[in-house]
């Protein structure tokens, strides 16, 4: 399977607790984008990286929040004293060099009790 | 901040009909995407328009880009079961420099068989 991976697909966590989530693009895509999609709305834009560099971070990224493409391949999504308003699906999606598509992985289901 | 809305919130149609789904923005965009979710599962691309007054066809599918470049509509002829799930447009401000997509509210198509 060549689309993008991403792990774990469910998290449960406790208030206040830190949680890290992992995003594998497709192979070559230079281009990495995080959303967070709650029931009933659009994926709302979090972060995005050209290769290893975070370009562009939403006003939603509170402090709490941090994204890393070290090598400019996977990427990690760190939130730390988690609250209950952050449960939600955590969605990667990745873009080609010369393509403008999105194409999105399967997602991670966080809930915080 | 830039807002994407989508009307209807939900449509019923019976197999066979139409179904259409309205896109509009608070601020003028350089090009709109089209997602389709199917329940349970994650966003997949469709197409995009860049052109003021575009319109591009997909079999079934008919999409038009407005000539204010800030509305944009889906409609699919002759629904059938495999149409049912959430129809999202995306849209981005500009074409440098911001790879941020604003979803909209999605319209969730359910097919009456």
């Known amino acids: 399977d060549t689309g993008v991976s991403q792990n774990p697909r469910h998290k449960i966590t406790k208030r206040g607790q830190n949680v890290t989530f992992r995003c594998d693009p497709i192979?070559?895509?230079?281009?990495l984008y995080w959303y967070r999609q709650t029931l009933g709305q659009g994926p709302e834009f979090l972060t995005y990286?050209?290769?290893?560099?975070?370009?562009?971070k939403s006003r939603l990224l509170s402090d709490r929040f941090s994204a890393e493409r070290p090598k400019g391949s996977f990427s990690t999504l760190e939130i730390q004293r988690t609250e209950q308003g952050d449960s939600a699906m955590y969605l990667c999606?990745?873009?080609?060099?010369?393509?403008?598509?999105?194409?999105f992985g399967p997602g991670t289901r966080l809930t915080v009790t | 901040g830039q807002q994407v809305m989508q009307i209807p919130q939900y449509q019923h149609v019976q197999e066979g009909e139409d179904f259409t789904t309205y896109c509009n923005s608070s601020?003028?965009?350089?090009?709109i995407q089209w997602y389709k979710q199917r329940p349970g599962g994650h966003p997949v691309f469709l197409i995009q328009l860049v052109k003021s007054g575009e319109v591009k066809k997909q079999k079934r599918l008919t999409f038009q880009f407005g000539e204010a470049k800030k509305n944009s509509s889906l409609h699919i002829t002759a629904t059938q079961t495999t149409d049912v799930g959430t129809y999202f447009c995306?849209?981005?401000?500009?074409?440098?420099?911001?790879?941020?997509?604003?979803f909209g509210t999605g319209t969730r198509l359910t097919i009456i068989p």
């Open positions: 990286f050209q290769n290893e560099a975070q370009l562009e």
């Open positions: 995306a849209g981005r401000s500009s074409n440098f420099g911001n790879e941020k997509l604003t």
């Open positions: 192979s070559e895509h230079n281009r």
């Open positions: 601020t003028t965009l350089s090009n």
């Open positions: 999606a990745s873009s080609p060099p010369a393509g403008y598509e999105q194409y």
